[in-house]
């Protein structure tokens, strides 16, 4: 019988089994790849600009932010809120400590405000005035230079 379109190993051929088992080789090794890139991509931490690691981070120009008034930034990877209340400049992570919920400012009553299960926090300190919250929102540093608000991050 005439195998002349099947190659001969022993010529240094590509083989139909030889064939196969490269082709499962690589099926394997492609499998454990696409398994393996997610779970280190999970396991390592990207890295962080040098914003996030330390130095000032540009929230806005004092002029623009009047009193009364707040706006929530990117401080690294996390949201920060900054207000401008009666006291001055003041900055917290806008991570709501009860479930994570991202707070916002509500103007109408001078409160920040989770609208997840309605707490509240003081803008003078962070404190909790109402709700479910059971810690304070941390609090961040701020600096003002020739009229620009600034987050320090570290």
Same mark, same amino acid.
């Given at each position: 019988? +005439? ?16 064939? %196969? ?7 394997? @090794? ?5 398994? @393996? ?26 002029? +623009? ?7 929530? @930034? ?11 209340? +009666? ?11 009860? %479930? ?12 920040? @405000?989770?609208?997840?299960? +309605? ?31 600034? %987050?320090?991050?570290?």
């Amino acid at each position: 019988m +005439d195998q002349g379109h099947v190659s001969d190993p022993a010529r240094g051929g590509f083989g139909r089994r030889r064939f %196969l088992r490269w082709l499962l080789s690589f099926s394997v @090794v492609s499998t454990a790849g696409m398994i @393996v890139t997610p779970v280190l991509g999970f396991l390592v931490p990207p890295k962080t600009s040098g914003s996030a690691a330390g130095g000032k981070v540009a929230v806005a120009k004092l002029a +623009d932010l009047p009193t009364g008034q707040a706006t929530v @930034v990117a401080l690294g990877s996390k949201p920060a809120l900054v207000i401008n209340t +009666d006291q001055g400049i003041r900055a917290y992570s806008a991570i709501c400590t009860h %479930l994570g919920c991202i707070v916002a400012w509500d103007g109408g009553t001078g409160t920040i @405000v989770c609208p997840c299960h +309605d707490g509240r926090f003081s803008p003078a300190n962070g404190s909790v005035i109402s709700g479910p919250p059971p810690a304070p929102l941390p609090a961040l540093a701020t600096t003002v230079e020739d009229g620009e608000i600034f %987050l320090v991050a570290g």
